[in-house]
Every structure is written in structure tokens, then in C-alpha cells.
């Protein structure tokens, strides 16, 4: 229903900041609710924020919170994640993921996915 493009990953020093964009085409985006995922090497995917359809509520994995900050501009449609105060342990693929209707932390509640984009950190 949607197809969702994402960039502005690359490599960035401990302490460091990045942001992320997901670009979306869709005549709706506005009823999406929005998330990022990531995925580290080894590892399943998890959750790291998400934010409502009209970006008035939000909510964030502990290992993020006071650190990332997801937003949205629904004119653009477009979401945002910037990160700051990055660590080795941010060092993944991140995903943006789609749902209509409220958001979710479940991964398994989303079944509009970007392809990922590679964040690490490292000295």
C-alpha cells in the first residue's frame, strides 16, 4: 500500500549524530502510523520508536530514549529519526516500517517495510 525509501545512514564516531529519513509514496501517509526497526549483525530486529499517524504521540525503546527523536512531516511524507549521542551498540540496519491505523511496538504488526539503512558507530 505504501513503498517506503530510506537514507542518510553511514558512518559516524561515538558521541556522534545521524539522521535518518524515510521517504514514503502513498496517497494516505497521514493514516500511517510510522516506526523505525533496526537490526544488528547477529541479532533479530527490534523496536525503536514509533509515531502516530499525526505525529502527536510517540513513544521509544529504552536503549533510545533521551538520545533518537522520530518526526514527521506529513506534507512531505516523509518521517524522520535523528540520533544523537550514537554508541557502538546503535550500529545496525534500520528499517522504517508502515501500518495503517495506531502504532505498535510488534514487529509483526507492520507489514510496510523500507530496505534499510547502515548506521555505524565506531571510532
Known amino acids: 500500500q505504501v513503498q517506503l525509501v530510506e537514507s542518510g545512514g553511514g558512518l559516524v564516531q561515538p558521541g556522534g549524530a545521524l539522521r535518518l529519513s524515510c521517504a514514503a509514496s502513498?496517497?494516505?501517509?497521514?493514516?500511517?502510523?510510522m516506526a523505525w526497526f533496526r537490526q544488528a549483525s547477529g541479532r533479530e530486529r527490534e523496536f525503536v520508536t514509533a509515531?502516530?499517524?499525526?505525529?502527536?504521540?510517540?513513544r521509544y525503546a529504552d536503549s533510545v530514549l533521551g538520545r533518537f527523536t522520530i518526526s514527521r512531516d506529513n506534507a512531505k511524507n516523509t518521517v524522520y529519526l535523528q540520533m544523537n549521542s550514537l554508541k557502538p551498540e546503535d550500529t545496525a540496519v534500520y528499517y522504517c516500517?508502515?501500518?495503517?491505523?495506531?502504532?505498535?511496538?510488534?514487529?509483526?504488526?507492520?507489514?510496510?517495510w523500507g530496505q534499510g539503512t547502515q548506521v555505524t558507530v565506531s571510532p
Open positions: 516500517a508502515a501500518r495503517g491505523g495506531g502504532y505498535s511496538a510488534r514487529e509483526s504488526m507492520y507489514d510496510n
Open positions: 509515531i502516530t499517524g499525526s505525529g502527536g504521540s510517540t
Open positions: 502513498g496517497r494516505t501517509f497521514s493514516s500511517y502510523a
